[in-house]
């Protein structure tokens, strides 16, 4: 098996890396598989008031995630799982919308969860992927084997 890489993107990523003990993403060969993302804002980790803003804010967390991981982003993704405390008809149109918007030109795989309650106060939805990033995992390595000092 190949050797696991752990992506904590800036600001939050390390926060949450050392308050709850995990990382955001993990490259697994070709694959990133990113931890679910919630509606805080990145740099901040005030989460959204709004639910739509919080799903638009998921929605552009799992893309900072997938790209501080080396990938593209939603081109990339082909699986989501979604995890909602507001399992709304509106709700879910919203997501479709984001999905219509991140994902124009494929449509993923996705199974979507109600749920009682999400681990931080005041979160309403939770987006985890997996996606496949062939070109970026050979770059990943490349990267990861100069910051070891191999060559």
Known sequence: MSKLQYYAYPDQGP??????????????????ECAG??????????????????IDQAFSNVDYNLKDAGGQGWSQVFRVNSYHVDISHDALMHMI????????????????VGVEKLALPGMRVEIEVSAIDGEGAAEARKARDAAAGKK
């Open 37 to 54: 993302q919630g509606g805080w804002d990145c740099f901040s980790g005030e989460m959204k008031t709004d639910l739509y803003e919080e």
């Open 15 to 32: 926060i949450l890396r050392e308050k709850h003990r995990y990382n955001q993403a993990v490259r697994v060969g070709d694959r990133i």
């Open 97 to 112: 919308e984001n999905f219509k918007k991140w994902m124009p030109d494929h449509q993923p795989i996705w199974t979507c």
